[in-house]
């Protein structure tokens, strides 16, 4: 079965700081890969997603994913933190038929 | 488009009672799926539905019912609430184009509290 790691369930970074969201997935076949961000008492939106062959993955809000296939990793990057980056980020994969699995969740801190 | 939209907002029941969490989208996803989110757990699959007609199981789907007679509408259904079921409920909608599964757009979710 699919699953997926995200390593740090919290992260604090400075202001102005680069962001770094840890994301795994298991499997030899690269699946659907997404991040999704909840700002508090909110649903998930959309950040970003894999597109089959690309490697680097442009979103919303300067936030990028690299895709590593040898790595099984999809990690999440911003090169320089905002105060109103500070939510929850979730690393997702479906697989088939509209499912998503999702990992547990990193909230991120952003510091002044 | 309205989206995803759940309601209620906020419920608290009691132990034993039931209650259906309503679910709509106007988007003509043919996918809609159900969550549950609690503290360091992410999301977990309850219910989903590929189709008007068709529904599956998910990781958690013990105490819920699911039914989808329209392409729009996914309820679901609590059946005898336990405080085990306290959590917050997401329906979610999806949709497949150009060989690819695509997003899930999420509704606001439902805040359920069993006493």
């Known amino acids: 079965a699919q699953s997926v790691t995200q390593l740090g369930s919290h992260v604090s970074v400075s202001e102005g700081a680069l962001v770094l969201l840890r994301c795994n997935y298991s499997s030899s076949v690269p699946p659907y890969l997404f991040w999704y961000v909840q700002y508090p008492n909110q649903g998930l939106q959309l950040l970003l997603k894999?597109?089959?062959?690309?490697?680097l993955v442009k979103g919303i809000n300067g936030f990028e994913a690299e895709f590593k296939k040898s790595e099984t990793s999809f990690h999440l990057t911003k090169p320089s933190a905002h105060m109103s980056d500070a939510a929850e980020y979730f690393c997702?994969?479906?697989?088939?038929?509209?499912?998503?699995?999702f990992g547990d969740g990193t909230t991120l801190t952003v510091k002044p | 488009n309205a989206g995803v939209t759940q309601t209620p907002k906020f419920q608290v029941l009691k132990t034993g009672q039931s209650m259906t969490l309503q679910c709509a989208q106007d988007m003509n996803h043919e996918y809609m799926s159900w969550y549950r989110q609690d503290p360091g757990m992410g999301l977990r699959l309850i219910h989903y539905s590929v189709g008007a007609g068709i529904t599956d199981q998910g990781e958690v789907p013990n105490g819920y019912n699911v039914s989808r007679s329209t392409t729009e509408d996914f309820p679901l259904r609590l059946l005898s609430a336990a405080p085990s079921q306290t959590s917050v409920y997401f329906c979610?909608?999806?949709?497949?184009?150009?060989?690819?599964?695509?997003?899930?757009?999420f509704g606001p979710g439902t805040r359920l509290t069993v006493l």
């Open positions: 979610a909608s999806s949709y497949w184009t150009s060989g690819e599964y695509n997003e899930q757009f």
């Open positions: 894999y597109t089959t062959g690309a490697t």
């Open positions: 997702a994969a479906n697989t088939n038929a509209g499912k998503s699995t």
